[in-house]
């Protein structure tokens, strides 16, 4: 047999004839998908960097609200010395930890921070300052408050933290303790119309969760996707 015929005796066989039920590997898939691993990866640092960056921001909000809140209950005849100076104190606390993860992590070398752990940081002291907030309606708050200083103690400082960090588990980790101390504090102390304002606050609390999980959900229909080839 010629060489010739060896030839064509391969391409003729069964066994080199493609299956048609088996459909063609692209091989450009595994590098699309690579790339849609790092579009998703890309996006995570880019929002996790603006986060911290935020934080001075929420920082000052939470300041000025702060200093607000107690120049109102002393007015009212609450904010006592001694518990009005410890509950600003932890406050101040928890802003100057936020402040030093700034500085330390995201502005003095972005290349330098390891992302996910300052985010993970931040949210921690994000809990902690919400709660120490919450806490000041048992320290800071007259016998019978207003329900309008109540309500202002309670969702001010939470909404600033939405719209400054613009963070959805940042926001609840600050919120969820803060509303939920002092929406038990408004119960527990037998404020005026304290079932409405105890509503009120967790109402407000779950609108602004509410927003966060529609923006998402509207991000990712917004997000261009990657055509398949």
Do not use: Y
């Amino acid at each position: 047999m010629t060489p010739v015929d060896l030839h064509l005796a391969e391409w003729n066989s069964p066994a080199a004839a493609p299956d048609p039920a088996r459909p063609a590997r692209n091989p450009d898939d595994g590098a699309i998908e690579r790339l849609r691993t790092l579009h998703g990866e890309a996006g995570r640092n880019l929002a996790l960097a603006q986060f911290v960056a935020r934080v001075p921001a929420a920082c000052v909000v939470l300041m000025l609200t702060g200093a607000l809140a107690l120049t109102w209950a002393a007015a009212a005849g609450g904010a006592g010395l001694k518990g009005g100076f410890a509950w600003a104190a932890l406050v101040l606390l928890g802003i100057v930890a936020m402040i030093r993860l700034h500085i330390r992590g995201f502005a003095r070398s972005l290349r330098r921070t390891p992302l996910a752990e300052a985010g993970a940081d931040l949210r921690l002291l994000l809990l902690f300052t919400g709660a120490v907030w919450g806490g000041g309606a048992f320290l800071i708050m007259p016998d019978q408050p207003a329900p309008a200083l109540v309500f202002f103690f309670a969702a001010l400082p939470s909404l600033g933290v939405a719209l400054t960090l613009r963070d959805a588990q940042g926001f609840a980790a600050f919120a969820a303790p803060s509303s939920a101390l002092v929406a038990g504090a408004t119960l527990l102390g037998a404020w005026p119309l304290d079932m409405w304002v105890a509503s009120a606050i967790m109402a407000s609390l779950a609108i602004s969760s509410l927003a966060f999980v529609w923006r998402m959900v509207r991000t990712r229909h917004l997000l261009p996707r990657l055509p398949l080839v």
